[in-house]
């Protein structure tokens, strides 16, 4: 048992780090395309060994570690950052009865550990002794703090239609239809808020206020190189994945088919396209939008990052948890 | 009437982001529209613009014959003594001495591209190229003769 765990788990890895490898090239040919340019088409064929050969620069960089900064903290930064991310792919139904770890709090289990990253990232603010990566991992804090409430908050209203924080009976719930559809407007609202929650969760722009390229360097990871640089690239990519799947899992049916409430025979259709290939069809969809967001709004200021937050989402979402609830009692939901 | 300002915030943020997701979506959808030119595989083909700077350049025609005068305005002109003319008095056929250049140097290491030489030409004697492969191992090659061995001033041109 115990060495089917550890295969599992080295799979598992093995196959997020490929993950990662695709979609940073996917990042740069979306963003590529959105600017009218045609992105990394020299190394391989259209450019898709680009992520292969950077990994090798990265590998042959030097690993420096600054003179007076806390040597212990600043390498153990990226791996806190990186184990916090790849533990929440765990709970992940990838396809119909494929579940790593099913556990009866998945949508709890998810939003505390993925909140965890957090510490790895003030760790390595703190610990790099540089007045930029302290201001980044400090305005990271803030952002997270702020944005987990939306969050939890988009999350819980599935879970009040539900009835369940099993990931696994979430999906199972959504047989006859998907909650986005089934749960109407105030559903489609917590999608929209859930999506923009997690942008800001992700530290991706237009919310990038922790890297901040133009006022900050490179904010927290300012002083990183190497393979421990390419470590919080990883973890990024790894969160991405994450927050789509789990958007993709509650609100759009993880591996569970299109279906439409009773008829039969579209239904039957729908059921020969593999469960695997309908939960990566919508994670890639989901990640799709937050890859066109980054390349379309502009960056937000911190005070406007945290207007948004307190003024606008956070309202909006504790009154649209009431009508979810109001709609869950009254049954008004398909 | 707090109530009415936030909804017609809300309203104003989504509609504004979404015509900007329209457009960009709309450049992800027709590669077309891609303006990336393929630099070193095109080089065939490339044509740059005719306003391009590329290079301070003096023409000269079939005869070996170009337009300048030697008049040193150019050099005046250009705000960091890019240009030097030497010139020297060339014996005509009526026996009269006239200014002549003898050698018109141009340091493209330290042109701006200014414009400012063309310009001031008063007989359109330069003109700006549109060569812009100008990297070489020695700086010295960038120190450039403009007119050509023994070539002389136009027929007709003071």
């Known amino acids: ?334 | 009437m707090f109530i009415t300002n936030y909804i017609s915030t809300v309203y104003k943020t989504i509609r504004s982001l979404l015509k900007g997701m329209k457009l960009t979506g709309y450049y992800f959808l027709h590669p077309r529209e891609i303006e990336t030119e393929e630099y070193p595989d095109n080089r065939a083909t490339l044509t740059m613009a005719d306003r391009f700077r590329g290079e301070v350049i003096m023409p000269h025609n079939e005869a070996n014959e170009h337009r300048c005068t030697g008049c040193q305005a150019c050099e005046i002109a250009c705000p960091n003594g890019t240009i030097k003319i030497i010139t020297k008095q060339e014996i005509q056929l009526d026996g009269k001495k006239k200014k002549r250049i003898d050698t018109f140097v141009y340091r493209l290491d330290l042109c701006t591209f200014c414009n400012l030489c063309i310009v001031a030409c008063p007989s359109d004697a330069i003109i700006m190229g549109q060569n812009f492969e100008h990297s070489v191992y020695d700086k010295k090659q960038l120190k450039k003769v403009l007119n050509k061995p023994d070539s002389k001033l136009m027929e007709g041109v003071e």
């Open chain 1, 1 to 334: 048992m115990l060495t089917v765990n550890v295969i599992l788990g080295v799979s598992l890895i093995a196959f997020l780090v490929v993950l990662c490898f695709f979609l940073g090239y996917m990042e740069r040919k979306v963003a590529a395309f959105m600017q009218v340019r045609l992105g990394p088409n020299r190394v391989g064929p259209k450019g898709s060994l680009q992520i292969v050969a950077d990994t090798i620069k990265l590998l042959f960089k030097e690993g420096l570690t600054p003179d007076s900064s806390d040597r212990f903290l600043f390498n153990i930064a990226p791996f806190i950052v990186v184990v916090t991310s790849m533990l929440v792919v765990a709970p992940i139904a990838f396809a119909k009865d494929f579940q790593l770890y099913d556990i009866h709090i998945g949508v709890l289990y998810v939003s505390s550990i993925s909140s965890m990253g957090v510490i790895g990232i003030l760790v390595a603010g703190w610990s790099s002794n540089n007045k930029y990566s302290l201001m980044g991992a400090m305005r990271s804090g803030a952002q997270i703090v702020s944005y987990e409430l939306s969050v939890g908050l988009s999350l819980i209203s599935i879970v009040v239609l539900t009835g369940s924080l099993n990931l696994n009976e979430i999906v199972l719930s959504q047989q006859n239809g998907w909650w986005l559809f089934k749960g109407h407007i105030p559903v489609m609202i917590a999608f929209v808020i859930f999506i923009i929650a997690s942008t800001a969760e992700l530290n991706r722009a237009p919310f990038d206020l922790a890297e901040a390229e133009q006022e900050l360097t490179a904010g927290f990871h300012t002083e990183y190189s190497g393979m421990k640089f390419a470590m919080f690239l990883l973890s990024e990519y790894i969160n991405l994945f994450v927050v789509s799947a789990i958007a993709a899992t509650i609100f759009l049916g993880g591996w569970m088919p299109f279906h439409l409430g009773t008829w039969e025979a579209f239904n039957h259709v729908m059921d020969y396209i593999p469960s695997v290939l309908w939960f990566f069809g919508k994670t890639f969809f989901i990640i799709f939008i937050i890859m066109w967001f980054r390349w379309t709004f502009p960056r937000l200021r911190i005070d406007q990052l945290l207007n948004l937050e307190w003024k606008y989402l956070l309202p909006i979402s504790m009154i649209n948890l009431i009508l979810v609830t109001v709609m869950a009692i009254m049954n008004w939901h398909f």
